[in-house]
Each structure stands twice: as structure tokens, then as C-alpha cells.
């Protein structure tokens, strides 16, 4: 499957934004989508991840409270609602996809990458 992300941009810390992920080339149903990020000098890690009916869900411990995945099946879309932004969520964020059913935080788990969408939050 063909992904690419997009929302990403400039805010404030203590505002929002939301993330899109739009899937395209297979069944977007039957995918895990996660959400990763990576900052400047550090390793990629992950933010996020849904199950197919998104039933299921992971977060990180950064975001959890803040934070809020979803996905739209029927328009082949996944979402990153961030709010609370801290400086330290600055990062390039990537979607993922994953055949398998449990929505993991390993990245090697996942099988297709979109693009990244660059967030940079100022204080």
C-alpha cells in the first residue's frame, strides 16, 4: 500500500495539530497503520498505532493523554490528532503500514512508509 502524510507544520506549544495519513494500491482495511516520528540526532520512534478496525490502539508514553489515532476505512484514511504540542514533539512523522492484525510499536514490523511530514512546535 502507498502512503503519504501530511498536516504537519508550525505551532505553538500548547496548540494542535492533526496529522493525515492517506492510503492508497490495497485493501486499506486490512492494515495496522502506526504513526512514527524522528528528531534531529535521534533515532525514530514510535507515536501511535491502530488495529484494522481500530479497535486497538498503542500509544507512547509521551503522547498518551495528548495524542489520539483513528482511521476512516471507507476513505482510506488514518489520523494523528496531537494536542498539548511540547517542544519536544518536533519531529518528522511518518505513517506506516502493517499486514498484521496487532498494532505494534516496532518498526521493523511495518512493510510500507509514506513520506514524512515535517512538526515543529516553538515555545
Known amino acids: 500500500v502507498q502512503l503519504q502524510a501530511s498536516g504537519g507544520g508550525l505551532v505553538q506549544a500548547g496548540g494542535s495539530l492533526r496529522l493525515s495519513c492517506a492510503a492508497s494500491?490495497?485493501?486499506?482495511?486490512?492494515?495496522?497503520i502506526g504513526w512514527f516520528r524522528q528528531a534531529p540526532g535521534k533515532e525514530r520512534e514510535a507515536v501511535a498505532a491502530?488495529?484494522?478496525?481500530?479497535?486497538?490502539?498503542y500509544y507512547a508514553d509521551s503522547v498518551k493523554g495528548r495524542f489520539t489515532i483513528s482511521r476512516d476505512n471507507a476513505k482510506n484514511m488514518a489520523y494523528l490528532q496531537m494536542n498539548s504540542l511540547k517542544v519536544e514533539d518536533t519531529a518528522v512523522y511518518y505513517c506506516?503500514?502493517?499486514?498484521?492484525?496487532?498494532?505494534?510499536?516496532?518498526?521493523?514490523?511495518?512493510?510500507?512508509w509514506g513520506q514524512g511530514t515535517q512538526v515543529t512546535v516553538s515555545s
Open positions: 506506516a503500514a502493517r499486514l498484521g492484525k496487532r498494532p505494534s510499536d516496532v518498526e521493523y514490523d511495518y512493510e510500507d
Open positions: 494500491g490495497r485493501t486499506f482495511a486490512i492494515y495496522t
Open positions: 491502530i488495529s484494522w478496525g481500530g479497535g486497538s490502539t
